[in-house]
Protein backbone atom coordinates (compact mmCIF):
# COMPACT_ATOMS: atom_id res chain seq x y z
CA UNK A 1 0.00 0.00 0.00
CA UNK A 2 1.00 3.48 -0.93
CA UNK A 3 1.97 6.15 2.18
CA UNK A 4 -1.11 7.90 1.14
CA UNK A 5 -3.20 5.04 1.79
CA UNK A 6 -1.71 3.98 4.87
CA UNK A 7 -1.93 7.35 6.64
CA UNK A 8 -5.53 7.97 5.16
CA UNK A 9 -6.13 4.51 6.98
CA UNK A 10 -4.53 5.05 10.05
CA UNK A 11 -6.49 8.71 10.12
CA UNK A 12 -9.61 7.03 9.21
CA UNK A 13 -9.41 3.93 12.39
CA UNK A 14 -8.31 6.95 14.58
CA UNK A 15 -10.57 9.35 14.15
CA UNK A 16 -13.73 7.34 12.73
CA UNK A 17 -16.04 9.68 14.58
CA UNK A 18 -15.07 12.98 12.67
CA UNK A 19 -16.38 13.46 9.49
CA UNK A 20 -15.94 16.37 8.23
CA UNK A 21 -12.32 16.17 9.67
CA UNK A 22 -12.14 12.85 7.31
CA UNK A 23 -13.72 14.34 4.70
CA UNK A 24 -10.72 17.09 4.41
CA UNK A 25 -8.18 14.79 5.01
CA UNK A 26 -9.25 13.12 2.43
CA UNK A 27 -9.47 15.67 -0.24
CA UNK A 28 -5.82 16.96 0.91
CA UNK A 29 -4.19 13.92 1.00
CA UNK A 30 -5.15 12.23 -2.49
CA UNK A 31 -4.20 15.01 -4.28
CA UNK A 32 -0.86 14.83 -2.98
CA UNK A 33 0.09 12.09 -4.00
CA UNK A 34 2.91 13.01 -6.49
CA UNK A 35 4.29 15.22 -4.16
CA UNK A 36 4.58 12.37 -2.30
CA UNK A 37 5.49 9.49 -4.28
CA UNK A 38 8.30 11.93 -5.28
CA UNK A 39 9.59 12.12 -1.81
CA UNK A 40 8.36 8.84 -0.05
CA UNK A 41 11.67 7.91 2.02
CA UNK A 42 12.35 10.89 3.20
CA UNK A 43 8.35 11.66 4.20
CA UNK A 44 7.78 8.37 5.65
CA UNK A 45 11.46 8.42 7.46
CA UNK A 46 9.90 11.83 9.02
CA UNK A 47 6.49 10.74 9.28
CA UNK A 48 5.39 13.87 7.65
CA UNK A 49 1.48 12.59 7.27
CA UNK A 50 1.40 11.22 10.22
CA UNK A 51 2.50 14.63 11.80
CA UNK A 52 0.40 16.75 9.27
CA UNK A 53 -3.06 15.18 9.98
CA UNK A 54 -2.50 15.21 14.18
CA UNK A 55 -2.99 18.79 15.97
CA UNK A 56 -0.21 19.74 18.01
CA UNK A 57 -2.54 20.12 20.34
CA UNK A 58 -7.09 20.70 20.72
CA UNK A 59 -8.08 22.44 24.40
CA UNK A 60 -12.07 21.60 24.85
CA UNK A 61 -13.42 23.68 27.99
CA UNK A 62 -16.52 24.57 29.79
CA UNK A 63 -17.79 27.54 28.89
CA UNK A 64 -20.61 28.65 31.82
CA UNK A 65 -23.06 32.24 31.35
CA UNK A 66 -25.60 33.90 32.71
CA UNK A 67 -28.71 34.65 30.61
CA UNK A 68 -30.91 37.11 30.70
CA UNK A 69 -33.29 34.89 33.16
CA UNK A 70 -30.48 34.46 35.50
CA UNK A 71 -30.33 30.64 34.64
CA UNK A 72 -26.85 29.44 34.22
CA UNK A 73 -26.01 27.65 30.85
CA UNK A 74 -22.86 25.98 29.53
CA UNK A 75 -21.50 25.30 26.54
CA UNK A 76 -18.53 23.75 25.27
CA UNK A 77 -15.38 25.75 24.02
CA UNK A 78 -12.62 24.36 21.16
CA UNK A 79 -9.23 25.72 20.45
CA UNK A 80 -7.46 22.84 17.74
CA UNK A 81 -3.89 24.36 17.20
CA UNK A 82 -3.14 22.23 14.40
CA UNK A 83 -0.04 23.13 13.27
CA UNK A 84 2.47 26.02 13.69
CA UNK A 85 5.55 25.39 11.56
CA UNK A 86 5.62 28.46 9.50
CA UNK A 87 4.05 30.61 12.09
CA UNK A 88 2.00 31.45 15.12
CA UNK A 89 -1.51 29.40 15.16
CA UNK A 90 -4.11 31.33 13.33
CA UNK A 91 -7.62 31.01 12.08
CA UNK A 92 -11.04 31.73 12.99
CA UNK A 93 -13.46 31.57 15.75
CA UNK A 94 -16.86 29.87 14.72
CA UNK A 95 -20.19 30.11 16.89
CA UNK A 96 -22.87 27.69 15.64
CA UNK A 97 -25.22 24.77 17.57
CA UNK A 98 -23.24 22.55 15.10
CA UNK A 99 -19.53 23.13 16.26
CA UNK A 100 -18.07 19.90 17.39
CA UNK A 101 -14.40 18.50 17.88
CA UNK A 102 -14.77 17.35 13.90
CA UNK A 103 -15.85 20.59 12.47
CA UNK A 104 -13.20 22.27 14.36
CA UNK A 105 -10.38 19.43 13.38
CA UNK A 106 -11.25 20.25 9.76
CA UNK A 107 -10.93 23.90 9.65
CA UNK A 108 -8.12 23.93 11.36
CA UNK A 109 -6.60 20.97 8.86
CA UNK A 110 -7.69 23.39 5.99
CA UNK A 111 -6.30 26.49 7.65
CA UNK A 112 -2.84 25.23 7.72
CA UNK A 113 -2.33 25.19 3.84
CA UNK A 114 -4.50 28.07 3.38
CA UNK A 115 -2.19 30.33 5.41
CA UNK A 116 0.68 28.97 3.59
CA UNK A 117 -0.72 29.51 0.43
CA UNK A 118 -1.18 33.48 1.80
CA UNK A 119 2.73 33.75 1.75
CA UNK A 120 2.67 35.49 5.06
CA UNK A 121 4.50 33.83 8.30
CA UNK A 122 0.83 32.64 9.98
CA UNK A 123 -0.04 28.54 11.10
CA UNK A 124 -2.78 27.05 11.41
CA UNK A 125 -5.54 26.87 13.94
CA UNK A 126 -9.28 27.21 14.75
CA UNK A 127 -11.81 27.10 17.35
CA UNK A 128 -15.34 28.10 18.82
CA UNK A 129 -18.26 26.72 20.58
CA UNK A 130 -22.11 25.09 19.98
CA UNK A 131 -22.85 28.35 21.47
CA UNK A 132 -26.09 29.64 19.17
CA UNK A 133 -25.86 33.28 18.58
CA UNK A 134 -29.00 33.40 17.28
CA UNK A 135 -31.88 35.75 19.22
CA UNK A 136 -29.54 36.35 22.24
CA UNK A 137 -29.16 39.78 23.39
CA UNK A 138 -26.20 41.95 23.52
CA UNK A 139 -25.54 41.08 27.12
CA UNK A 140 -25.80 37.68 26.48
CA UNK A 141 -23.53 37.86 23.93
CA UNK A 142 -21.32 39.50 25.88
CA UNK A 143 -21.27 37.46 28.81
CA UNK A 144 -20.43 34.52 26.77
CA UNK A 145 -17.87 35.97 25.10
CA UNK A 146 -16.12 36.77 28.60
CA UNK A 147 -16.73 33.26 29.54
CA UNK A 148 -15.21 31.88 26.64
CA UNK A 149 -12.34 34.25 26.86
CA UNK A 150 -11.21 34.03 30.33
CA UNK A 151 -10.56 30.32 29.47
CA UNK A 152 -8.81 30.62 26.14
CA UNK A 153 -6.68 33.24 27.28
CA UNK A 154 -4.08 30.67 28.57
CA UNK A 155 -3.64 29.40 25.32
CA UNK A 156 -3.16 32.25 23.26
CA UNK A 157 -1.08 35.51 22.53
CA UNK A 158 0.15 37.99 19.23
CA UNK A 159 2.99 35.69 19.14
CA UNK A 160 1.47 32.39 20.05
CA UNK A 161 -2.12 31.75 18.60
CA UNK A 162 -4.46 35.02 17.01
CA UNK A 163 -7.88 34.07 16.68
CA UNK A 164 -10.37 36.28 14.35
CA UNK A 165 -13.88 35.75 13.34
CA UNK A 166 -15.65 33.16 11.61
CA UNK A 167 -19.30 32.30 11.20
CA UNK A 168 -21.56 33.72 14.32
CA UNK A 169 -18.42 35.69 15.24
CA UNK A 170 -18.06 39.42 13.87
CA UNK A 171 -17.14 43.01 15.08
CA UNK A 172 -19.48 42.82 18.09
CA UNK A 173 -18.14 39.43 19.14
CA UNK A 174 -14.69 40.04 18.84
CA UNK A 175 -14.74 43.50 20.55
CA UNK A 176 -16.24 41.43 23.80
CA UNK A 177 -13.02 39.36 23.48
CA UNK A 178 -10.67 41.49 23.36
CA UNK A 179 -11.88 43.22 26.42
CA UNK A 180 -11.94 40.73 28.64
CA UNK A 181 -8.64 39.77 27.13
CA UNK A 182 -6.95 42.88 28.14
CA UNK A 183 -8.41 43.07 31.34
CA UNK A 184 -6.97 39.53 32.49
CA UNK A 185 -3.70 39.36 30.59
CA UNK A 186 -3.37 43.43 31.16
CA UNK A 187 -1.64 43.62 27.88
CA UNK A 188 -2.88 45.83 24.73
CA UNK A 189 -1.38 43.32 22.04
CA UNK A 190 -2.57 42.20 18.88
CA UNK A 191 -4.33 38.71 19.98
CA UNK A 192 -7.06 38.88 17.87
CA UNK A 193 -7.26 40.05 14.63
CA UNK A 194 -10.82 41.45 13.03
CA UNK A 195 -10.64 44.26 15.84
CA UNK A 196 -12.82 47.66 15.50
CA UNK A 197 -10.85 50.17 14.30
CA UNK A 198 -10.24 52.45 17.05
CA UNK A 199 -8.43 49.62 19.04
CA UNK A 200 -6.23 48.13 16.05
CA UNK A 201 -8.43 47.09 13.86
CA UNK A 202 -7.27 47.21 10.12
CA UNK A 203 -9.13 48.67 7.30
CA UNK A 204 -10.36 46.53 4.66
CA UNK A 205 -10.32 43.22 7.18
CA UNK A 206 -14.12 43.24 7.07
CA UNK A 207 -14.33 43.31 3.06
CA UNK A 208 -11.47 41.05 2.76
CA UNK A 209 -12.58 37.61 2.34
CA UNK A 210 -15.54 38.72 -0.10
CA UNK A 211 -13.18 40.75 -2.28
CA UNK A 212 -10.54 38.34 -2.36
CA UNK A 213 -12.88 35.88 -3.63
CA UNK A 214 -13.74 37.90 -6.39
CA UNK A 215 -10.45 39.58 -6.88
CA UNK A 216 -9.13 35.59 -7.09
CA UNK A 217 -12.65 34.61 -9.41
CA UNK A 218 -11.75 37.67 -11.64
CA UNK A 219 -7.87 36.72 -12.27
CA UNK A 220 -9.42 32.86 -13.25
CA UNK A 221 -11.64 34.69 -15.94
CA UNK A 222 -9.20 36.68 -17.02
CA UNK A 223 -6.93 33.85 -17.58
CA UNK A 224 -9.46 32.18 -19.68
CA UNK A 225 -10.47 34.98 -21.57
CA UNK A 226 -13.14 36.74 -20.30
CA UNK A 227 -14.63 38.84 -16.88
CA UNK A 228 -17.45 39.47 -14.72
CA UNK A 229 -18.51 42.42 -16.93
CA UNK A 230 -22.33 41.18 -17.49
CA UNK A 231 -21.47 38.03 -15.99
CA UNK A 232 -24.90 36.38 -13.54
CA UNK A 233 -23.87 35.18 -10.55
CA UNK A 234 -25.07 32.88 -7.67
CA UNK A 235 -23.83 33.77 -4.11
CA UNK A 236 -25.32 31.68 -1.37
CA UNK A 237 -24.91 32.57 2.59
CA UNK A 238 -25.41 36.24 3.66
CA UNK A 239 -22.93 36.80 6.12
CA UNK A 240 -19.61 38.37 6.27
CA UNK A 241 -18.33 36.70 2.95
CA UNK A 242 -21.37 36.66 1.08
CA UNK A 243 -22.13 40.42 1.42
CA UNK A 244 -18.64 41.59 0.68
CA UNK A 245 -18.47 39.17 -2.57
CA UNK A 246 -21.69 40.63 -4.04
CA UNK A 247 -20.18 44.03 -3.72
CA UNK A 248 -16.99 43.45 -5.13
CA UNK A 249 -19.11 41.63 -8.16
CA UNK A 250 -21.43 44.63 -8.62
CA UNK A 251 -18.38 46.50 -8.50
CA UNK A 252 -16.36 44.71 -11.70
CA UNK A 253 -20.11 44.76 -13.76
CA UNK A 254 -21.25 41.36 -13.04
CA UNK A 255 -24.75 40.89 -11.19
CA UNK A 256 -25.48 38.65 -8.01
CA UNK A 257 -29.00 37.62 -8.25
CA UNK A 258 -29.15 35.02 -4.84
CA UNK A 259 -28.24 34.69 -1.74
CA UNK A 260 -29.06 32.76 1.04
CA UNK A 261 -29.08 32.07 4.89
CA UNK A 262 -30.06 28.80 7.16
CA UNK A 263 -33.82 29.56 6.18
CA UNK A 264 -34.20 30.58 3.36
CA UNK A 265 -33.39 32.31 -0.23
CA UNK A 266 -33.45 35.25 -2.45
CA UNK A 267 -33.76 35.17 -5.80
CA UNK A 268 -33.47 38.48 -7.27
CA UNK A 269 -33.33 39.05 -11.40
CA UNK A 270 -32.27 43.18 -10.56
CA UNK A 271 -29.50 41.79 -8.91
CA UNK A 272 -29.00 41.80 -4.88
CA UNK A 273 -29.03 45.59 -3.08
CA UNK A 274 -26.30 45.09 -1.51
CA UNK A 275 -26.94 48.13 0.91
CA UNK A 276 -30.26 46.39 1.27
CA UNK A 277 -28.89 43.14 2.51
CA UNK A 278 -26.00 44.86 4.80
CA UNK A 279 -29.04 47.06 6.49
CA UNK A 280 -30.95 43.54 7.02
CA UNK A 281 -28.34 41.08 8.16
CA UNK A 282 -25.36 43.59 9.63
CA UNK A 283 -27.43 46.49 11.20
CA UNK A 284 -31.01 44.55 12.31
CA UNK A 285 -29.85 41.30 12.46
CA UNK A 286 -33.05 40.04 10.73
CA UNK A 287 -33.97 37.35 8.69
CA UNK A 288 -34.32 37.57 4.71
CA UNK A 289 -38.01 37.92 4.41
CA UNK A 290 -37.00 41.23 5.83
CA UNK A 291 -35.35 41.73 2.58
CA UNK A 292 -37.91 40.27 0.21
CA UNK A 293 -40.65 42.72 2.27
CA UNK A 294 -38.03 45.54 1.48
CA UNK A 295 -37.71 44.91 -2.16
CA UNK A 296 -40.52 44.27 -5.07
CA UNK A 297 -38.55 42.13 -7.58
CA UNK A 298 -37.09 40.18 -5.09
CA UNK A 299 -38.42 36.58 -4.99
CA UNK A 300 -37.85 34.47 -1.36
CA UNK A 301 -38.58 30.71 -0.61
CA UNK A 302 -38.32 28.91 2.83
CA UNK A 303 -36.10 25.86 2.65
CA UNK A 304 -38.04 22.79 2.82
CA UNK A 305 -35.20 21.30 4.40
CA UNK A 306 -31.66 21.47 5.27
CA UNK A 307 -30.53 19.80 2.20
CA UNK A 308 -32.66 22.40 0.31
CA UNK A 309 -29.99 24.52 -1.68
CA UNK A 310 -32.56 26.17 -4.43
CA UNK A 311 -29.54 29.31 -5.47
CA UNK A 312 -27.83 26.60 -7.02
CA UNK A 313 -30.89 25.73 -9.30
CA UNK A 314 -30.62 29.62 -10.48
CA UNK A 315 -28.75 29.40 -14.33
CA UNK A 316 -25.73 31.56 -13.90
CA UNK A 317 -22.05 31.96 -15.32
CA UNK A 318 -20.33 31.75 -12.17
CA UNK A 319 -21.53 30.22 -8.75
CA UNK A 320 -19.75 31.60 -5.21
CA UNK A 321 -20.79 29.32 -2.36
CA UNK A 322 -20.38 31.24 0.49
CA UNK A 323 -22.12 30.02 3.62
CA UNK A 324 -20.96 27.11 5.31
CA UNK A 325 -19.72 23.16 4.33
CA UNK A 326 -21.40 20.50 2.28
CA UNK A 327 -23.54 23.22 0.90
CA UNK A 328 -23.35 22.25 -2.52
CA UNK A 329 -24.24 18.74 -3.09
CA UNK A 330 -23.92 16.36 -6.39
CA UNK A 331 -27.42 17.22 -7.65
CA UNK A 332 -26.39 20.83 -6.87
CA UNK A 333 -23.21 20.05 -9.18
CA UNK A 334 -25.82 18.42 -12.08
CA UNK A 335 -27.89 21.30 -11.30
CA UNK A 336 -25.33 23.89 -12.07
CA UNK A 337 -23.96 22.01 -15.10
CA UNK A 338 -26.70 21.16 -16.95
CA UNK A 339 -27.23 25.21 -16.54
CA UNK A 340 -24.10 25.94 -18.17
CA UNK A 341 -21.98 27.57 -14.91
CA UNK A 342 -18.47 28.53 -16.15
CA UNK A 343 -17.06 28.50 -12.52
CA UNK A 344 -17.66 27.38 -9.35
CA UNK A 345 -15.18 29.38 -6.46
CA UNK A 346 -15.73 28.38 -2.68
CA UNK A 347 -15.69 31.48 -0.22
CA UNK A 348 -16.89 29.11 2.56
CA UNK A 349 -14.06 26.85 3.59
CA UNK A 350 -15.16 23.08 2.44
CA UNK A 351 -18.75 23.87 0.92
CA UNK A 352 -18.80 21.40 -1.81
CA UNK A 353 -18.82 17.82 -1.16
CA UNK A 354 -16.16 15.55 -3.16
CA UNK A 355 -18.26 14.33 -5.03
CA UNK A 356 -20.10 17.36 -6.44
CA UNK A 357 -16.64 19.31 -7.05
CA UNK A 358 -15.52 15.81 -9.07
CA UNK A 359 -18.51 16.13 -11.16
CA UNK A 360 -17.96 19.64 -11.54
CA UNK A 361 -14.57 19.09 -12.92
CA UNK A 362 -15.03 16.47 -14.58
CA UNK A 363 -17.83 18.69 -16.28
CA UNK A 364 -15.08 21.08 -17.10
CA UNK A 365 -16.50 23.29 -14.80
CA UNK A 366 -13.29 25.81 -13.71
CA UNK A 367 -13.09 25.39 -9.86
CA UNK A 368 -11.22 26.86 -6.87
CA UNK A 369 -11.36 25.82 -3.44
CA UNK A 370 -12.00 27.95 -0.66
CA UNK A 371 -8.45 27.06 0.95
CA UNK A 372 -6.98 29.49 -2.14
CA UNK A 373 -9.98 31.19 -3.37
CA UNK A 374 -11.30 32.73 0.65
CA UNK A 375 -7.82 33.68 1.98
CA UNK A 376 -7.76 36.78 1.26
CA UNK A 377 -9.32 37.50 4.59
CA UNK A 378 -6.73 35.03 6.69
CA UNK A 379 -3.87 36.89 4.75
CA UNK A 380 -5.44 40.52 5.48
CA UNK A 381 -5.93 39.08 9.29
CA UNK A 382 -1.94 39.04 9.14
CA UNK A 383 -1.48 42.28 7.60
CA UNK A 384 -3.76 43.20 10.77
CA UNK A 385 -1.03 41.59 12.88
CA UNK A 386 1.91 43.72 10.94
CA UNK A 387 0.10 47.26 11.40
CA UNK A 388 -0.27 46.29 15.50
CA UNK A 389 3.49 45.05 15.33
CA UNK A 390 4.85 48.35 14.37
CA UNK A 391 2.20 50.49 15.57
CA UNK A 392 0.66 51.52 12.33
CA UNK A 393 -2.26 51.84 10.97
CA UNK A 394 -2.09 51.83 7.03
CA UNK A 395 -4.89 53.30 4.63
CA UNK A 396 -7.94 51.04 2.89
CA UNK A 397 -6.18 51.56 -0.67
CA UNK A 398 -2.93 50.04 0.88
CA UNK A 399 -4.58 47.31 2.74
CA UNK A 400 -6.80 46.65 -0.29
CA UNK A 401 -3.91 46.55 -3.07
CA UNK A 402 -1.87 44.27 -0.60
CA UNK A 403 -4.97 41.91 -0.34
CA UNK A 404 -5.21 42.02 -4.42
CA UNK A 405 -1.82 41.42 -4.92
CA UNK A 406 -1.70 38.31 -2.96
CA UNK A 407 -4.48 36.69 -4.25
CA UNK A 408 -3.26 37.69 -7.82
CA UNK A 409 -0.22 35.89 -6.57
CA UNK A 410 -1.90 33.31 -5.06
CA UNK A 411 -3.67 32.37 -7.97
CA UNK A 412 -0.80 31.90 -9.77
CA UNK A 413 0.74 29.28 -7.36
CA UNK A 414 -2.47 26.89 -7.63
CA UNK A 415 -1.79 27.21 -11.63
CA UNK A 416 1.63 26.44 -11.39
CA UNK A 417 1.82 24.10 -8.75
CA UNK A 418 -1.34 22.42 -11.02
CA UNK A 419 0.94 22.13 -14.02
CA UNK A 420 3.95 20.75 -12.95
CA UNK A 421 2.04 18.12 -10.35
CA UNK A 422 -1.18 17.53 -12.02
CA UNK A 423 -3.10 19.22 -15.06
CA UNK A 424 -3.48 22.35 -16.29
CA UNK A 425 -6.36 23.85 -13.91
CA UNK A 426 -6.73 21.34 -11.70
CA UNK A 427 -6.79 24.21 -8.95
CA UNK A 428 -7.73 21.54 -6.02
CA UNK A 429 -4.65 19.70 -6.34
CA UNK A 430 -2.33 22.90 -6.99
CA UNK A 431 -3.90 24.45 -4.06
CA UNK A 432 -2.82 22.00 -1.84
CA UNK A 433 0.40 21.16 -3.37
CA UNK A 434 1.74 24.43 -3.49
CA UNK A 435 0.32 25.00 0.54
CA UNK A 436 1.67 21.41 1.30
CA UNK A 437 5.72 22.18 -0.05
CA UNK A 438 5.93 24.95 1.94
CA UNK A 439 4.80 23.91 5.43
CA UNK A 440 6.93 20.54 4.70
CA UNK A 441 10.05 22.19 4.08
CA UNK A 442 9.39 24.16 7.32
CA UNK A 443 8.51 20.58 9.35
CA UNK A 444 11.83 19.14 7.94
CA UNK A 445 14.07 22.14 9.07
CA UNK A 446 12.59 21.66 12.69
CA UNK A 447 13.56 18.60 13.25
CA UNK A 448 11.20 15.77 15.36
CA UNK A 449 8.45 18.60 16.83
P1 LIG B 1 -21.49 34.64 8.93
O1 LIG B 1 -21.89 34.13 10.26
O2 LIG B 1 -21.27 36.09 8.75
O3 LIG B 1 -22.54 34.19 7.82
C1 LIG B 1 -22.81 32.85 7.59
C2 LIG B 1 -23.93 32.74 6.58
O4 LIG B 1 -24.11 31.39 6.21
C3 LIG B 1 -25.25 33.21 7.12
O5 LIG B 1 -26.03 33.71 6.08
C4 LIG B 1 -25.85 31.93 7.69
O6 LIG B 1 -27.25 31.96 7.77
C5 LIG B 1 -25.39 30.91 6.69
N1 LIG B 1 -25.18 29.62 7.38
C6 LIG B 1 -24.31 29.37 8.37
N2 LIG B 1 -24.40 28.10 8.80
C7 LIG B 1 -25.34 27.55 8.06
C8 LIG B 1 -25.89 26.25 8.04
N3 LIG B 1 -25.47 25.26 8.85
N4 LIG B 1 -26.85 26.01 7.14
C9 LIG B 1 -27.27 27.00 6.30
N5 LIG B 1 -26.79 28.26 6.29
C10 LIG B 1 -25.84 28.52 7.16
O7 LIG B 1 -20.16 33.82 8.54
P2 LIG B 1 -19.07 34.16 7.44
O8 LIG B 1 -19.67 34.85 6.29
O9 LIG B 1 -17.93 34.75 8.14
O10 LIG B 1 -18.62 32.69 7.03
C11 LIG B 1 -19.20 31.99 5.92
C12 LIG B 1 -18.26 30.90 5.46
O11 LIG B 1 -17.01 31.48 5.05
C13 LIG B 1 -17.88 29.85 6.51
O12 LIG B 1 -17.66 28.62 5.88
C14 LIG B 1 -16.55 30.37 7.04
O13 LIG B 1 -15.78 29.34 7.61
C15 LIG B 1 -15.92 30.90 5.76
N6 LIG B 1 -14.86 31.88 5.89
C16 LIG B 1 -15.03 33.03 6.61
C17 LIG B 1 -14.01 33.95 6.67
C18 LIG B 1 -14.17 35.24 7.37
O14 LIG B 1 -13.24 36.04 7.30
N7 LIG B 1 -15.28 35.54 8.02
C19 LIG B 1 -12.72 33.70 6.02
C20 LIG B 1 -12.68 32.50 5.23
C21 LIG B 1 -13.71 31.63 5.20
P3 LIG B 1 -27.94 32.20 9.20
O15 LIG B 1 -27.53 33.56 9.62
O16 LIG B 1 -29.38 32.02 8.97
O17 LIG B 1 -27.37 31.11 10.09
O1 LIG C 1 -11.59 30.51 7.65
C1 LIG C 1 -10.90 31.53 7.76
O2 LIG C 1 -9.87 31.71 7.10
C2 LIG C 1 -11.35 32.58 8.70
N1 LIG C 1 -12.40 32.42 9.31
C3 LIG C 1 -10.50 33.79 8.93
C4 LIG C 1 -9.41 33.49 9.91
C5 LIG C 1 -8.58 34.66 10.34
O3 LIG C 1 -7.72 34.42 11.20
O4 LIG C 1 -8.75 35.78 9.85
Known amino acids: MGYVDEVLELVSKRDANQPEFLQAVTEVLTTLRPVVEANEELYRKNAILERITEPDRAIQFRVPWVDDNGQVQVNRGFRVQFNNSIGPYKGGLRLHPSVNLSIIKFLGFEQVFKNSLTSLPIGGGKGGSDFDPKGKSDREIMAFCQSFMTELYKYIGADVDVPAGDIGVGGREIGFLYGQYKRITNLYEGVLTGKGLTYGGSLARTEATGYGLVYITEELLKDHGTDFNGKTVAVSGAGNVAIYAIEKVHQLGGKVVT ?191
Open 259 to 449: CSDSTGWIYDPEGIDVDLLKEVKEVKRARLTAYAEARPSAQYTAKKDANDHGVWNVKVDVALPCATQNELNLDDAKALVANGVFAVCEGANMPTTIEATKYLTDNKVLFIPGKASNAGGVATSALEMSQNSERLHWSFDEVDEKLHGIMVNIYKNISSAAEKYATKDDFVAGANIAGFEKVVEAMLAQGVC
